[in-house]
């Protein structure tokens, strides 16, 4: 019984600290790299795709789980047309990244992070898994911090009420 009770506490603390409201400034001030090889920061994409709901997908190539949920990722792609989709990649090289994408045709706009999952600002947006997905709402606030393969369920039903 003992056990049960702190696996409940331990559950629920978790679940508390797994959705945050917005990113730290670590996260925001961090600079990724845009497909034509400048440096943004995080919080310059965030404001580019301000005016819709956002979905921000951090993978990498090498990751069997990302792979496992294109599909997933691709209906919910058909199904929400209005909004936009950003793919921050943790792959370990620049050339790695742009074979991935091509690889898996991936639909929407591309970063890299520089210093891969577990760096700084893997740190800063508590990446702990990949795929990992942040939904943002049209004006760029955070609605999900927290949500991985198994949640597109979630991710679906957040959009759906983000799109009405």
């Given at each position: ?18 959705q945050k409201e ?138 759906e009420s983000l799109?009405?």
């Open positions: 019984m003992k056990y049960l009770v702190s696996l409940f506490f331990v559950t629920v603390m978790l679940s508390c600290q797994a917005s990113f730290s400034e670590e996260a925001l001030n961090h600079k990724l790299i845009a497909p034509d090889g400048t440096d943004i920061d995080f919080q310059q994409i965030i404001a580019k795709h301000r005016g819709r709901p956002t979905v921000i997908e951090v993978w990498a190539s090498w990751c069997g789980d990302c792979v496992k949920a294109m599909p997933l990722l691709k209906d919910t792609q058909s199904r929400f047309k209005n909004v936009n989709y950003v793919f921050l990649s943790v792959d370990r090289s620049v050339e790695k990244w742009k074979e991935g994408v091509e690889k898996h045709q991936l639909e929407g706009y591309h970063y890299f992070v520089k210093d891969g999952m577990k760096g700084e600002f893997g740190k800063a947006i508590d990446l702990d898994w990949i795929p990992r997905y942040i939904i943002l709402d049209k004006d760029g606030k955070v609605v999900k911090y927290r949500a991985i393969e198994k949640d597109f369920n979630l991710i679906n039903e957040t959009l799109t009405r």
